[in-house]
């Protein structure tokens, strides 16, 4: 009998795009004053816990949970004062979303068009669906360069195009009648993405009616639910009717749709969090702002952009004092010399700007 030899290899099965990418990476946190992944610093207030903990206790994980989530659905759309006609689709983060959306649009040749420097999952996310990737470089001051972002639309015609807002590494909100002109010139579906809307001064959700192509997703990860794994999309039914065609089946577990809805139960003490951040946020900004050799974004997120002499140095000199940021140099050419910080609690935040100053001091 002869024997057949295999000649399977990933550089032989594996699509030249996938083998291109890097893997998204995570860096190890044990020991550290964890700041770099926009994660809410506040624990639950105890009696919430202690809720949370009957709920689980409680729960069947025996069985599969509700497919359809509709007790968490109807708490979302309660919450988050939906406009009339519109619903929402849940995803495991807004990463499945995102990756949902592509799918559903990947015919051969279709562009997915963002701006940049922007979410880095919208271009990996493009290559996974093997759609092809159009990035729009910001201004120099990371606004949006309307102009040109509107000559690509004309140029490639996108099936679907990604705006976060407020954007992410940036901070910043764009202008929204910008955004406004941007969803009336594509040719396809436009999803804003309100990852940080808790902490910002302005929406689009209550924009969804005046659109037929718009789409808001949002995570509630920073608003203290990082752990769970939930975003939503909200928009028409008429998309969203097809867009759960490709929705695995039971994407949202039987603990995150308890203790997700138990939460938002609680919605206004989450929202209290997110006020005690945006103070926390202004602190902050001060601080940097007042650091010699330090330029700061202003952000309406629950981080800040800041740029620095020597980032990857300064980076690791705030490892070695045990204060974990985001190094974003090198990543991309608008970033050059940045780092990004989440807003921690006053003592973290105070901690480290005293390392940020010390760590300066000993390389100047």
Known sequence: ????????????????????LHAYHVPPSSGMIKLDAMENPYPLPQSLREELAQVVASAEINRYPDAAA??????????????????????????EI???????????????????????MYKMIAAFAGMKYVGVPLTEDFALDLPATLDAIARHQPALVFLAYP????????????IAQIIQAAPGLVVVDEAYYAFAS????????????????????????????????????????????????????????????????????????????KCDRQWLYERLVGTVDVRAYPSEANFILFRVAHATQVFEGLKQRGVLIKNLNGGHPALT?????TVGTPEQNEQFVAALQDTINQLA
Not at 13 to 20: N, P
Not at 167 to 178: K, S, V
Not at 337 to 341: S, T
């Open 1 to 20: 009998m002869s024997s057949i030899r295999n000649t399977a290899t990933p550089e032989r099965l594996i699509r030249q795009e996938i083998l291109a």
């Open 70 to 95: 509709a007790q968490l659905k109807k708490r979302i759309r309660s919450v988050a004062n939906l406009p009339s006609g519109m619903d929402v689709l849940l995803g495991n983060g807004s990463d």
């Open 98 to 120: 995102i990756q949902l959306l592509a799918l559903a649009v990947a015919k051969p040749d279709a562009v997915l068009l963002s701006i940049e420097p922007s979410f880095v």
């Open 167 to 178: 954007n992410n590494p940036t901070g910043n909100l764009f202008d929204a009648a910008a």
């Open 202 to 277: 302005d929406s689009f959700l209550p924009r969804l009616g005046q659109y037929k192509n718009l789409l808001v997703m949002r995570t509630f990860s920073k608003l203290g639910m990082a752990g769970l794994r939930l975003g939503f999309l909200a928009g028409s039914k008429v998309w969203l009717e097809q867009l759960e065609k490709l929705r695995l089946p039971y994407n949202v577990g039987v603990l995150p749709q308890l203790v997700a809805e138990t939460l938002l139960a609680h919605h206004d003490v989450l929202l209290q969090q997110a006020e005690q951040i």
């Open 337 to 341: 010399d940045c780092l990004r910080v």
